[in-house]
């Protein structure tokens, strides 16, 4: 069978290859992120930008990567995994990187947006892509472990931050326009162009393969993994015989699966929906238990996340609660690239470290599902805690707590993601909850904004609520520990 050839490839020097190919590209996904946050003030200093048109900076990408989400999910499915992640990061990266290089605000609105549909479109298929060659007993700790790559991302992100955007005459100097933040556009594309490549020598999803009833390439990827796994220890020259006699057994559904994934492009786009939440009552209660979860953590993760500077800020203006009377409110100052706002960056990323550690330790011995449960009840316990913190310094301690638990969910529905849905329609779904999570985060950066002023109590306890009823959806999840994946 399928399951005795991947077994025999075994674990070993290939997973973690991959593991750096696959986490270079998720880091990219999140220096593309950071990338716009950290030159707000920049951009508008350069081309005379209103806040308000700002903000649609942030928007816009986040609009781009929920369309890039839904479309290249689907077109993996259709295409494969490893076409649809090179022109995503492809996109992501030349359109950024030209981005760097517009004079006026709707140009450069325009060009992220495109950027944002192509760094919508790796994510979920990485995950996808990588999750398939992954052995049972394994699986949770390295998909973890590929989650810990976007903690790197927004640490290699607010290190060139810092490095670069600070007046330096030398740096205005080789920048386009004179303009400092440019450059650092240009070198935060890098990092999405340079995947690109390496993804172009990569092997595609055996699973997806053997899906598409593609034995003879299949077997060729897995003979290369054996390779790197197990130097000098061959497949049995009868097993490529005996894997095709066991996919004409199977025939009438791998033929099934395959008639749905190769469609046409646009039509892929269009009927996958059906398939994610399927014909029959548990895969559509399945389903529905997944779009909530991630609209919950990505309408509080985001929501919270963006504007702690402010919260920060708004600390020590009242000298307690962040929270404090109106009339001090609108004394906020505009944080104008200081080294503190990138310290604050780096707690932020050193608190997902013990996050991250524990998830790639207990991953496969507890389940995702039993650290989602947990972990999302402690989130919506620690955004309580913001009503009661009276300095800067408490602020930072509640936002390490916050990003730490937080990071437990976010790796938990990594890893559950891909197990929750067959190889036709993997990345797809993944695609459809990515989408349906950059919807939320839109939600939550606007409720926040719409909030912060009148009360901001308000929606910390939106989010509180939200995170208690993650814990109650959770609790419905199937259990999918070490399943196979088909």
Wanted: proline letters at 4%.
């Amino acid at each position: 069978t399928y399951k005795e050839a991947f077994e025999h490839a075994g674990f070993g020097k290939w997973h973690f290859f991959l593991l750096l190919q696959c986490g270079w590209a998720n880091a990219s996904d999140a220096i593309e992120i950071m990338c716009i946050s950290f030159t707000i003030s920049s951009v508008h200093n350069s081309l005379k930008i209103s806040n308000s048109k700002l903000t649609w900076l942030t928007i816009v990408l986040f609009l781009g990567m929920m369309i890039g989400g839904y479309i290249w999910g689907t077109l993996a499915d259709s295409w494969g995994r490893r076409k649809v992640v090179i022109f995503s990061l492809a996109l992501n990266g030349i359109f950024g990187a030209f981005s760097a290089l517009s004079r006026n605000y709707i140009t450069l609105l325009a060009l992220r947006f495109i950027s944002g549909i192509g760094a919508g479109g790796s994510l979920p298929v990485v995950f996808s892509y990588f999750s398939e060659f992954q052995p049972n007993n394994k699986r949770g700790s390295m998909i973890s472990a590929l989650a810990t790559s976007w903690m790197t991302g927004n640490v290699i992100a607010a290190g060139l931050a810092w490095a670069m955007l600070p007046y330096s005459a030398s740096i205005s100097a080789n920048s386009p326009f004179g303009d400092q933040w440019r450059l650092f556009i240009i070198i935060c594309a890098i990092p999405s162009l340079t995947s690109a490549v390496f993804f172009y020598f990569m092997p595609e999803s055996p699973l997806f393969l053997y899906g598409k009833g593609d034995v003879s390439q299949t077997f060729k990827v897995l003979k290369l993994v054996n390779r790197m796994n197990n130097p000098g220890k061959d497949f049995p020259p009868c097993m490529q015989t005996k894997l095709t006699a066991a996919l004409r057994e199977e025939i009438a559904p791998r033929a099934a699966m395959a008639s749905g994934t190769v469609q046409s492009g646009y039509r892929s786009v269009v009927f996958k929906l059906n398939t994610f939440f399927g014909s029959d009552r548990k895969t559509r209660k399945k389903s529905i238990l997944m779009m909530c979860l991630y609209f919950v953590i990505a309408y509080g993760g985001y929501g919270i996340t963006m504007w702690l500077p402010t919260l920060m800020e708004r600390t020590e203006i009242n000298s307690g609660s962040p929270c404090a009377a109106h009339a001090k409110l609108n004394q906020t100052p505009t944080n104008n690239n200081n080294s503190e706002m990138y310290v604050d960056v780096f707690i932020g990323a050193a608190a997902q470290l013990p996050a991250n550690i524990a998830s790639i330790l207990l991953m496969d011995r507890i389940g995702g599902k039993i650290i989602l449960v947990g972990s999302m009840f402690l989130s919506g316990v620690s955004v309580l805690f913001f009503w009661l913190v009276h300095s800067k310094t408490q602020v930072i301690v509640m936002s390490a707590m916050f990003n730490g638990v937080s990071t437990l969910v976010w790796n938990a529905l990594d890893v559950i993601t891909p197990e929750m849905y067959e190889t036709s329609v993997r990345a797809s779904s993944s695609g459809i909850l990515t989408a349906l999570s950059r919807i939320a985060s839109i939600l939550g950066n606007l409720t926040f904004g719409l909030f912060m002023d009148y009360n901001c109590s308000i929606p910390i306890l939106i989010v509180a609520c939200l995170f208690v009823a993650g814990t109650v959806f959770s609790i419905f999840l199937p259990q999918t520990r070490n399943i196979d994946l088909h």
